[in-house]
């Protein structure tokens, strides 16, 4: 029985992170558009969820069982070493510290449509208050610095010894761990698939600082929007009490040019009065006609059109550990089981995974049963 683990184990790795990464590339795209686009961008997503809830609705058949796979809710015997090696590096690493070694990312370009894999050059640890962290990664948001975790393990590890090229930097290592690894009775790896065509790639490498910087931009903008809203509202505050104030003026106004009218209205001439007294035989003239004022008209400013109404705060987001195993997860009154990397099966009767549902797309608060079941093929 061999341990080298096949292609397909590996590309199977990199679809997870892949798939992860596209997520956060959309919710990071949609910040950056401006209202016509987001309205254009939701319209086309109901539309497709649409699409899709009706396509689901109709019976479908049962998609025959690929030759190789595994039950559901079962890990793959060709991936339980390779994951051991990983718990092995994760926990080696965080006692004895690590060494400088390279992340590996893998998304899609939108606008070339090749897979563009990014190299990011990790920093060494250092030891701080007895832990292990990564070097000059204290700052106000992370006082005690920041440790390896689970998915950067996975690069360390292929780095200190990838089984199938027999090649690294801790060969030594690798053997210790493999004889405290105990093969479990059904692992059978006794066959092995063909490892798929390679898909056109384009590598970026980055380091750890540019990947902060990258999202030190991101929260930047997102600061920038934050304080645009503030001003927009704020300008609505102003003018809404620059139009109460023209009302209040103009009704002074109105009621003092009425006042006026009624005032002058009631006045009659000096000299009418006294050629009444002395020729009592003709009649006094009839006063001239006075004009009266009228009120000036109250010219309103126009009506400052009211905020949309804000939507209502989203619940918590549900999360798990990333240790390669499924957990619990109630939606819409159904119980799934759901990894950390968002796929989810039915909940089965035993407690294990029944039927493959799809990808949980937080953008949209939909399962996306379009993504195809996991495959686990076995080892060469």
């Not at 401006?34 to 396509?55: N, T, Y």
């Not at 799934?336 to 909940?347: A, F, G, M």
Request: hydrophobic share 40%; charged share 35%.
């Amino acid at each position: 029985m061999s341990d080298i683990p096949s292609a397909s184990d590996v590309q199977a790795v990199e679809v997870e992170v892949e798939a992860v990464a596209g997520v956060e590339e959309v919710l990071a795209a949609l910040k950056g558009l401006e209202a016509p686009e987001l309205f254009k961008v939701m319209k086309q997503a109901l539309a497709e969820a649409e699409k899709r809830s009706k396509s689901s609705a109709s019976p479908k058949k049962a998609p025959a069982k690929k030759a190789g796979s595994m039950p559901k809710g079962v890990v793959p015997p060709q991936l339980r070493k390779p994951r051991a090696w990983v718990d092995f590096t994760l926990k080696h690493a965080l006692e004895h510290g690590w060494e400088a070694f390279t992340v590996y990312q893998t998304k899609k370009d939108k606008t070339t449509g090749e897979k563009v894999e990014e190299e990011i050059e990790m920093p060494a640890s250092e030891l701080l208050n007895g832990a292990h962290i990564y070097k000059d990664s204290v700052d106000e948001k992370h006082p005690n610095g920041k440790q390896l975790i689970h998915k950067d393990a996975m690069s360390l590890s292929k780095q200190r010894w990838a089984p199938k090229e027999k090649t690294g930097t801790h060969h030594a290592l690798y053997l210790e761990f493999e004889t405290s690894y105990v093969v479990e009775a059904d692992a059978d790896s006794d066959s092995a698939a063909e490892p798929s065509a390679v898909s056109k790639t384009v590598v970026v490498r980055k380091t750890a600082a540019e990947k902060a910087a990258e999202a030190e931009a991101k929260k930047a903008a997102k600061e920038a929007e934050k304080a645009a809203k503030k001003a927009e509202k704020d300008a609505e505050k102003e003018a809404k009490k620059a139009e109460k104030e023209a009302e209040k003026e103009a009704k002074k106004a109105a009621a003092a040019a009425e006042k006026e009218a009624k005032k002058t209205a009631k006045a009659v001439p000096a000299a009418a009065v006294k050629k009444a007294v002395v020729t009592a035989a003709k009649p006094a003239a009839a006063p001239k006609p006075v004009a009266v004022v009228k009120p000036a008209t109250v010219v309103k400013p126009a009506a400052v059109p009211k905020p949309a109404a804000k939507p209502a705060a989203k619940a918590a987001a549900w999360s798990c550990p990333a240790d390669g195993m499924v957990h619990p997860w109630s939606y819409k009154g159904k119980q799934y089981l759901r990894n950390s990397d968002n796929e989810v099966w039915l909940k089965g009767e035993d407690g294990g995974c029944g039927e493959w549902q799809g990808m949980y797309r937080a953008e949209g608060d939909l399962i996306d049963d379009s993504v195809p079941e996991p495959v686990f093929d076995d080892e060469e």
